[in-house]
């Protein structure tokens, strides 16, 4: 049982993103877990954003992180990096964190096991006219 706690997720978000110019060098998002990767299944249907799922293109589902966030992926068991999208919600099994496409399970190294353990980051995202507005908002 000890050992199953220990698989868990965890994740650390900043309180206040690109706040200072030490936090615009910083992960936003950091979180620690395993990955898993689909493809064949779920190729051409609809993901969250509305997006065909292609599983050669570099994209992954996350259960949290905005729609759009570019996240580096790397596989803890090889140190390999990969650059993806968060186009999809999920994963759904387990306490796994992330779900990666096959293209970047590919260049993990990881498509022949299925599941690693991963570091998932993101930067944090630069602030719009958007933001602006809405914080002078009460």
């Known amino acids: 049982m000890g ?3 220990l698989s868990g997720c965890t994740s650390e ?9 030490a936090a615009s060098t910083k992960p936003s998002h950091k979180e620690v877990g395993e990955a898993s990767w689909y493809g064949p ?8 954003n509305g997006e065909t799922f292609d599983q050669k293109k570099m994209t992954a589902a996350h ?7 570019q996240a580096t992926v790397t596989n803890l068991e ?9 186009n999809d919600r999920g994963p ?4 796994r964190a992330i779900d990666l496409s096959r293209a970047a399970a590919k260049k993990l190294d990881m498509e022949e096991d299925g599941t690693t353990q991963v570091k ?11 933001d602006d507005q809405s914080s002078k908002k009460e």
């Open 92 to 95: 759904y099994v387990g306490d």
């Open 78 to 86: 090889n140190n390999k990096k990969v650059e993806v999208r968060i």
């Open 3 to 5: 050992a199953l706690a």
């Open 63 to 69: 259960p949290s992180l905005p729609m759009g966030t």
């Open 13 to 21: 978000y900043s309180a206040e993103p690109g706040k200072g110019s």
């Open 120 to 130: 998932i980051e993101t930067k944090p995202r630069p602030k719009t006219d958007t």
């Open 41 to 48: 299944g779920f190729q051409g249907n609809e993901t969250a």
